[in-house]
């Protein structure tokens, strides 16, 4: 079993929908969880992180955390197809700590 | 601000050769992070400094990795000899702390250079 598991996709939504991203992970004393967005052939940027259970909000993108459950997901209202591209997400054993572990990521494409 | 710099972008050997990779992180970011990855998966963490020192280093296959960064600043990553599986992007990141992440924007964020393509033939 992998550590951090993401559906490999590819998701595939129109124009305007929402797109929703889900992430589990083993351990269970992980502590911070992160988004990331990778366009193809480009490097990684950040677009949310999350460490309490509970929904967080950052314009069209919430992140959503269950410890309870061992999941994190992200919802992308609105989607654009400027939204096309792979979605890590990554875990963090320890808040303020160096290592993360990181899913193989999912592939959304937003169709006009 | 400039960004985080590697060379070389892209780089063919094969293999049993050496190889090296260069990165230049953001100035004045104290944390350095050499992650792997490799075609449809996540970056996995190779090693990570703290400054000149080595935090985290337990993926790294020290048989034929090796990394330094020995005025804190640039870092190199050499592998030596190359495997076909070394084929892969290599990413250098770099934060202002030793958190890699906190809110988008935040000091502790990860900024990640545009990787080394690497081929094994």
């Known amino acids: 079993q992998k550590e951090v598991e993401q559906n490999s996709g590819p998701l595939s939504v129109p124009e305007g929908a929402i797109a929703s991203l889900n992430c589990t992970y083993s351990?269970?004393?992980?502590?911070?969880f992160f988004w990331y967005r990778q366009y193809s052939g480009k490097s990684p940027e950040l677009i949310m992180s999350?460490?309490?259970?509970g929904d967080k909000e950052d314009g069209r993108f919430t992140a959503q955390l269950n410890k309870a459950s061992q999941y994190v997901s992200l919802l992308i209202r609105d989607s654009q197809p400027s939204d096309s591209a792979t979605y890590l997400c990554?875990?963090?054993?320890?808040?303020?700590?160096?290592?993360?572990?990181f899913g193989d990521g999912t592939t959304l494409t937003v169709k006009p | 601000e400039a960004g985080v710099a590697q060379s070389p972008r892209y780089k063919i050997i094969e293999k049993r050769q050496s190889v090296a990779f260069w990165c230049n992180p953001i100035?004045?970011?104290?944390?350095l992070y050499w992650y792997q990855q490799i075609l449809g998966q996540g970056p996995k963490l190779l090693i990570q400094?703290?400054?000149?020192?080595?935090?985290?280093d337990s993926q790294l296959p020290k048989d034929r990795f090796s990394a330094e960064r020995l005025k804190g600043v640039d870092s190199t990553l050499k592998i030596q000899p190359a495997k076909l599986e070394d084929s892969a992007v290599y990413l250098c990141?770099?934060?202002?702390?030793?958190?890699?992440?906190?809110?988008?924007?935040?000091?502790?964020?990860?900024?990640f250079g545009p990787g080394t393509r690497l081929l094994v033939l």
């Open positions: 100035s004045g970011h104290a944390t």
């Open positions: 990141a770099s934060s202002l702390s030793p958190s890699p992440h906190r809110d988008r924007g935040g000091q502790e964020t990860q900024y």
């Open positions: 999350i460490y309490s259970n």
């Open positions: 351990d269970r004393g992980s502590q911070s």
């Open positions: 990554a875990v963090n054993r320890i808040v303020g700590a160096g290592k993360s572990t």
């Open positions: 400094f703290q400054n000149n020192g080595v935090v985290d």
